[in-house]
């Protein structure tokens, strides 16, 4: 962990903020970018995110502040207990479904979702997709 942050702290990479999941075939984390700050947090389970920060008193911390944060992760923990296969997630983080566009996991109403990744540890794949997801294609990589 002190590795990652002490990389990515020093990297001229533009982060921030913003939400990051790392995995390998072992150990997946969640981080959290914001300014100076990095949280990390290993996971161990199913974890869904949305551009909304946990952890960080960062963006919204309520739903007034800005609902469409709240609604696109609560529906993402929803739907993800439903999901059985590769095919239902990419269709689930593709959908529209939701009356308020700016209220579904992919998104282009006051702003647009750019890209979407899935990693599986289990079968060490991951699989990115470089745009919205009902618009791109998503390509398979092995996680080594």
């Not at 990389?7 to 970018?33: G, H, T, Y």
Request: with cysteine; glycine share 2%.
């Amino acid at each position: 962990q002190t590795k990652v942050i002490s990389f990515l702290q020093k990297s001229n990479l533009n982060l921030e903020p913003s939400n990051i999941i790392l995995a390998d075939k072992n150990r997946s984390f969640s981080l959290e970018v914001e300014s100076q700050r990095i949280d990390i947090k290993e996971v161990y389970n199913t974890i869904c995110k949305t551009n909304h920060f946990s952890w960080f008193d960062f963006g919204p911390q309520c739903y007034a502040e800005y609902p469409s944060s709240f609604e696109r992760l609560k529906c993402a923990n929803a739907c993800i207990t439903t999901i059985s296969d590769i095919i239902k997630l990419k269709k689930m983080l593709s959908s529209h479904e939701n009356v308020n566009p700016d209220f579904n996991v992919c998104r282009h109403y006051i702003s647009s979702t750019i890209s979407s990744v899935i990693i599986n540890p289990n079968n060490q794949l991951v699989w990115y997709c470089k745009s919205s997801p009902c618009n791109g294609v998503y390509t398979p990589f092995q996680l080594e």
